[in-house]
């Protein structure tokens, strides 16, 4: 099986390239002149797909293929001050350049909006807002010209008190969202909520593939072991033009078992993946949710370079031998 890593966003490495500057809200406010406000919320834009652009590269130099964007590309898009701003046409050329890198070098990217963008909340206006959000990193990756191998991660979301109907709340409310948007989704399960079975039966129902997050299985496990489970997920993606996709991480403490680690630890990951070997799979990536980011990618190649049954490709890249 060929197994590849990524990471998230941000590079412990490469210095002063951060894709997710911003401005605040209060800050916005403060400005008296509102058209030279937008100019700079468009400046910071453009340095942040500046710096996505290197971050890129950097990846290439090591071997990374798997990357996920920062969703705070655009500082303040969506928010009520800026209604009827559209900053597309004056970033058209930083998003082109974007994409281009990633389809010259043959990148799986991936978006994960943020946790306040929920499908199954009773609530119409969170529906609204989270529909909206959607769409947004939708018509990013539209303007990086790239297809729906490039998608956006989610979680089911809240409960709200009655598990049975959330689920179908979300199902009814999945399926209403423009195929556009809903061919780019995946699901993923929750440390608090939803499960991986309880996602995967999601999934199945809505025909979208699922993301399981190892290190949310542990904390939240359900009634199935992911053994038993993988064959299921991995059918999941059976229709789409990429190998099945997981999350791995380290707890942070005993104390803090949610909260993510600096770096990853190589036997837990390697008895999954030699599992997944085992069932058949032939190709998984792999995104590191780890603080250290590219550094803890790095080190987790070192860590597995001599482990038996494993043969490296390169820097970011193993082969497990089932």
Not at 126 to 141: K, T
Request: aromatic share 6%; net charge neutral; charged share 30%.
């Amino acid at each position: 099986m060929i197994v590849r890593l990524g990471y998230v966003a941000m590079s412990t490495i490469v210095q002063n390239a951060s894709p997710s500057k911003t401005m605040t809200a209060t800050f916005f406010r403060k400005l008296p002149d509102r058209e030279a406000a937008i100019r700079k919320l468009e400046r910071i834009a453009a340095e942040n797909l500046h710096n996505t652009l290197r971050l890129l590269r950097h990846n290439r130099a090591f071997d990374i293929r798997m990357y996920r964007f920062s969703s705070k590309l655009i500082p303040l898009i969506g928010h009520e001050l800026l209604q009827g701003w559209d900053p597309f046409p004056a970033l058209e050329d930083d998003f082109r350049a974007i994409g281009d890198y990633v389809r010259e070098h043959d990148m799986r990217v991936s978006f994960h909006p943020d946790h306040f963008t929920v499908l199954s909340t009773p609530r119409p206006e969170v529906l609204r807002n989270s529909v909206d959000d959607l769409r947004r990193h939708v018509r990013m990756l539209d303007a990086m010209g790239l297809d729906e191998r490039a998608m956006c991660n989610i979680h089911v979301g809240g409960t709200y008190g009655d598990r049975v109907q959330a689920r179908d709340r979300f199902v009814k409310q999945f399926l209403e969202v423009d195929g556009p948007i809903r061919r780019r989704i995946t699901l993923e399960n929750d440390d608090k909520t939803f499960t991986a079975e309880e996602t995967l039966d999601i999934c199945e129902a809505v025909g979208t593939p699922m993301v399981l997050d190892i290190h949310h299985h542990d904390v939240n496990p359900g009634e199935h072991t992911a053994g038993q489970l993988w064959p299921r997920i991995t059918n999941t993606w059976a229709t789409r033009a990429l190998p099945p996709k997981i999350h791995m991480s380290s707890p942070k403490s005993l104390k803090d078992v949610r909260g993510h680690a600096d770096y990853v630890e190589a036997d837990k990951l390697l008895a999954f993946l030699r599992m997944a070997a085992e069932a058949g799979t032939e190709r998984l990536d792999v995104m590191l949710e780890a603080k250290m980011k590219d550094a803890a990618l790095l080190r987790l190649m070192e860590d597995i370079r001599n482990r038996s049954g494993i043969r490296i490709a390169d820097q970011a890249c193993f082969e497990i031998r089932a």
